[in-house]
Structures are given as structure tokens and as C-alpha cells.
């Protein structure tokens, strides 16, 4: 059967190969056959991530004819804590610079 795997390169462009699996195969199984040593070394030593069509997948699961592995990078933050670290560096300019948030600003457009 034919799958896809994709990947981001490290140049930033996206990589799509084709793969003809037996029926029957799983996620473990495909991505212990990997050819490529980075794609390899990144799954083992825990820097990228398997899913299928961006749902996450346990490797003991099947695969289906027309499937797509992706390998992505983990989340380097959680996006939750990101953007409460934004929101804290963005006050804290604010602060600084003696405005008073968003209202002064459209306050401020409207007295002149």
C-alpha cells in the first residue's frame, strides 16, 4: 500500500516522500525502516514526532492505504506559557513608556 511521509528539511522547505509499505503495517514498523540516519536519529533521540494527518498515532497502530506520517519538532514552549510571556514583556513596556494600554492609544487618536 502507498503512504506519505513528510518532514520540514533543514532549510525550511517540506519534504514528501513516497512509500510502498505491506498492508498491514504499522507506525513503529515504518519508522524503524527509515532510510534517512537524521529523520532516525531525530525520532530516537526525541527531537521530532510522528503523526498521521497531525493526529497523534501510538506506534503499534495500523496504517491505511493513503496515509500521511508527518515528523514534526516538539513544542520548544508550550503556547499557553508563550504567550503569557508576551503579554508580561508587553505590559512591562507599556509600563515603561507611561502608556496605559490599548484605550489610551484609541483615547489618544480621537483628541487629535
Do not use: C, N, Y
Request: charged letters at 30%.
Amino acid at each position: 500500500m502507498r503512504i506519505q511521509l513528510a518532514w520540514v528539511r533543514e532549510d525550511g522547505t517540506i519534504a514528501i516522500q513516497e512509500l510502498e509499505v505491506p498492508h498491514g503495517s504499522r507506525l513503529g514498523q515504518v519508522l524503524a525502516g527509515l532510510d534517512d540516519p537524521m529523520l532516525r536519529e531525530g525520532l530516537t533521540a526525541g527531537r521530532l514526532a510522528a503523526s498521521v494527518f497531525g493526529q497523534a498515532r501510538r506506534p503499534d497502530e495500523p496504517l491505511f492505504e493513503g496515509d500521511r506520517i508527518e515528523l514534526v519538532e516538539g513544542l520548544r514552549i508550550d503556547p499557553k506559557l508563550a504567550r503569557q510571556r508576551r503579554v508580561e514583556v508587553r505590559r512591562r513596556q507599556l509600563a515603561q513608556s507611561g502608556a496605559k494600554g490599548s484605550r489610551a492609544r484609541v483615547a489618544a487618536r480621537f483628541r487629535g
